[in-house]
């Protein structure tokens, strides 16, 4: 069907969202999509190369960023394990100069986003570091800055402001919560 099988078909749906969505908000509203680049853990069948092709295309089609998630930044493509480059550095240069790439994974100190920044990044996000160290943007300020990692104390979590709901959940990522 129009929905699978070429490279063509398999994206057309979520260029088909970008473009449904960029023609109802106002330009104004900034809309971008958010990648997972290669095959991990339940993501099968994704190829780093048509990842990297799909963000061109949305970023054609107006995307006002790309963001791609790794789960390790620093890390080489699984495609390409010889690489010098980064994850990270393929997708900058595979995209325009003006549309923002913002990237998460694995960046837990002010120095590790400088790192990701200087690979390339314009934005970086943060998840289990934000998660654990709720204030680390106000914190990262200090160079010295290198938060506490997981796993975390139900405690920590508590005083970090995560609902119960929430701690339980976490509970489910392995070696996150103690």
Do not use: C
Not at 6 to 13: C, V, Y
Not at 138 to 156: C, I
């Amino acid at each position: 069907d129009q929905w699978g099988g070429t490279f063509e078909n398999r994206t057309r749906l979520i260029r088909n969202i970008l473009k449904d969505i960029k023609a109802v908000v106002p330009a104004s509203f900034m809309v971008g999509v958010r990648l997972s680049p290669e095959d991990l853990f339940t993501y099968k069948g994704i190829d780093f190369d048509e990842a990297l092709e799909t963000a061109a295309l949305l970023a054609l089609d107006g995307a006002d960023f790309i963001h791609v998630s790794p789960w390790d930044t620093f890390k080489k493509p699984e495609k390409y394990p010889d690489s010098d480059k980064s994850i990270v550095t393929y997708f900058r240069e595979k995209l325009p100069v003006n549309v923002p790439l913002i990237t998460a994974g694995n960046i837990w100190s002010a120095s590790d986003a400088q790192q990701v920044l200087d690979m390339g990044a314009d934005i970086i996000a943060l998840g289990k570091a934000g998660i654990g160290v709720p204030d680390w943007p106000t914190r990262a300020r200090d160079a010295g800055f290198d938060p506490q990692r997981p796993p975390y104390s139900v405690q920590h979590l508590r005083d970090a402001d995560l609902s119960e709901a929430f701690i339980q959940y976490m509970r489910r990522w392995k070696d996150f919560v103690e």
